[in-house]
Nanobody, 123 residues
Framework: QVQLAESGGGLVQPGGSLRLSCAAS????????MGWYRQAPGKQRELVAS???????VYAEFVKGRFTISRDNAKNTVYLQMNSLKPEDTAVYYC?????????????????WGKGSLVTVSS
Protein backbone atom coordinates (compact mmCIF):
# COMPACT_ATOMS: atom_id res chain seq x y z
CA GLN A 1 0.00 0.00 0.00
CA VAL A 2 1.13 3.53 -0.75
CA GLN A 3 0.51 6.59 1.37
CA LEU A 4 1.23 10.29 1.04
CA ALA A 5 1.99 12.22 4.20
CA GLU A 6 1.69 16.00 4.10
CA SER A 7 3.13 18.46 6.57
CA GLY A 8 3.90 22.14 6.91
CA GLY A 9 0.48 23.74 6.84
CA GLY A 10 -0.63 26.33 9.32
CA LEU A 11 -1.54 29.94 9.91
CA VAL A 12 0.53 32.70 8.36
CA GLN A 13 0.09 36.42 7.84
CA PRO A 14 -0.29 37.98 4.40
CA GLY A 15 3.12 38.32 2.79
CA GLY A 16 4.47 35.47 4.84
CA SER A 17 5.97 32.18 3.75
CA LEU A 18 5.27 28.54 4.32
CA ARG A 19 6.73 25.30 3.01
CA LEU A 20 4.66 22.21 2.48
CA SER A 21 6.17 18.75 2.31
CA CYS A 22 4.73 15.50 1.08
CA ALA A 23 6.47 12.18 1.44
CA ALA A 24 5.34 9.05 -0.35
CA SER A 25 5.89 5.75 1.40
CA UNK A 26 5.01 2.12 0.94
CA UNK A 27 5.63 -0.40 -1.78
CA UNK A 28 6.96 2.05 -4.30
CA UNK A 29 8.81 1.13 -7.44
CA UNK A 30 8.95 4.63 -8.80
CA UNK A 31 7.22 7.97 -8.45
CA UNK A 32 6.21 9.72 -11.61
CA UNK A 33 4.64 13.16 -11.51
CA MET A 34 3.84 14.79 -8.19
CA GLY A 35 1.88 17.91 -7.52
CA TRP A 36 -0.07 20.14 -5.22
CA TYR A 37 -3.74 20.97 -5.52
CA ARG A 38 -5.84 23.18 -3.33
CA GLN A 39 -9.47 23.67 -2.53
CA ALA A 40 -10.82 26.79 -0.89
CA PRO A 41 -14.24 26.98 0.76
CA GLY A 42 -16.93 27.21 -1.89
CA LYS A 43 -14.51 26.61 -4.73
CA GLN A 44 -13.46 23.66 -6.84
CA ARG A 45 -10.16 21.88 -6.43
CA GLU A 46 -7.47 23.41 -8.60
CA LEU A 47 -3.94 22.59 -9.58
CA VAL A 48 -1.32 24.73 -7.89
CA ALA A 49 1.85 23.21 -9.29
CA SER A 50 3.17 19.92 -10.58
CA UNK A 51 6.56 18.41 -11.20
CA UNK A 52 7.55 15.40 -13.27
CA UNK A 53 10.10 12.77 -12.39
CA UNK A 54 12.50 14.70 -14.60
CA UNK A 55 11.78 17.88 -12.62
CA UNK A 56 9.79 19.63 -15.32
CA UNK A 57 7.42 22.01 -13.61
CA VAL A 58 4.04 23.52 -14.29
CA TYR A 59 2.55 26.35 -12.26
CA ALA A 60 -0.88 27.85 -12.08
CA GLU A 61 -0.80 31.46 -13.19
CA PHE A 62 -2.00 32.69 -9.82
CA VAL A 63 1.07 31.34 -8.03
CA LYS A 64 3.75 31.82 -10.66
CA GLY A 65 6.61 33.83 -9.25
CA ARG A 66 5.51 33.24 -5.67
CA PHE A 67 5.50 29.47 -5.24
CA THR A 68 8.20 26.97 -6.08
CA ILE A 69 7.71 23.23 -6.38
CA SER A 70 10.63 20.86 -6.01
CA ARG A 71 11.27 17.21 -5.27
CA ASP A 72 13.78 14.87 -3.75
CA ASN A 73 13.59 11.65 -5.71
CA ALA A 74 15.75 9.76 -3.21
CA LYS A 75 13.20 10.53 -0.50
CA ASN A 76 10.09 10.33 -2.70
CA THR A 77 9.20 13.75 -1.41
CA VAL A 78 7.74 16.83 -3.05
CA TYR A 79 7.86 20.33 -1.60
CA LEU A 80 5.96 23.51 -2.17
CA GLN A 81 7.67 26.69 -1.06
CA MET A 82 5.04 29.39 -0.76
CA ASN A 83 6.16 33.00 -0.54
CA SER A 84 4.28 36.28 -0.60
CA LEU A 85 1.16 34.52 0.57
CA LYS A 86 -2.18 36.19 0.06
CA PRO A 87 -5.48 35.71 1.89
CA GLU A 88 -6.89 34.14 -1.27
CA ASP A 89 -4.28 31.39 -0.95
CA THR A 90 -6.20 30.11 2.04
CA ALA A 91 -7.25 26.55 1.26
CA VAL A 92 -6.69 22.92 2.00
CA TYR A 93 -3.65 21.85 0.04
CA TYR A 94 -3.54 18.29 -1.23
CA CYS A 95 -0.53 16.36 -2.34
CA UNK A 96 -0.95 14.20 -5.40
CA UNK A 97 1.35 11.65 -6.95
CA UNK A 98 1.38 9.14 -9.76
CA UNK A 99 3.13 6.07 -8.40
CA UNK A 100 4.13 2.67 -9.75
CA UNK A 101 3.96 0.05 -7.03
CA UNK A 102 6.74 -2.48 -6.53
CA UNK A 103 4.38 -5.45 -6.61
CA UNK A 104 1.69 -3.94 -8.74
CA UNK A 105 -0.08 -5.80 -11.54
CA UNK A 106 1.50 -3.57 -14.14
CA UNK A 107 3.95 -0.76 -14.69
CA UNK A 108 1.13 1.72 -15.01
CA UNK A 109 1.16 4.44 -12.42
CA UNK A 110 -1.69 4.84 -9.98
CA UNK A 111 -2.89 8.14 -8.62
CA UNK A 112 -2.68 8.83 -4.88
CA TRP A 113 -3.84 11.71 -2.73
CA GLY A 114 -2.74 12.99 0.63
CA LYS A 115 -5.22 13.80 3.37
CA GLY A 116 -4.75 17.52 2.90
CA SER A 117 -3.03 20.26 4.86
CA LEU A 118 -4.81 23.46 5.82
CA VAL A 119 -3.11 26.73 4.96
CA THR A 120 -4.69 29.85 6.38
CA VAL A 121 -3.42 33.26 5.36
CA SER A 122 -4.85 35.90 7.63
CA SER A 123 -3.82 38.76 9.87
Amino acid sequence: QVQLAESGGGLVQPGGSLRLSCAASGNIFSVNAMGWYRQAPGKQRELVASITSGSRTVYAEFVKGRFTISRDNAKNTVYLQMNSLKPEDTAVYYCNADIIMSSGPSLRGMNYWGKGSLVTVSS
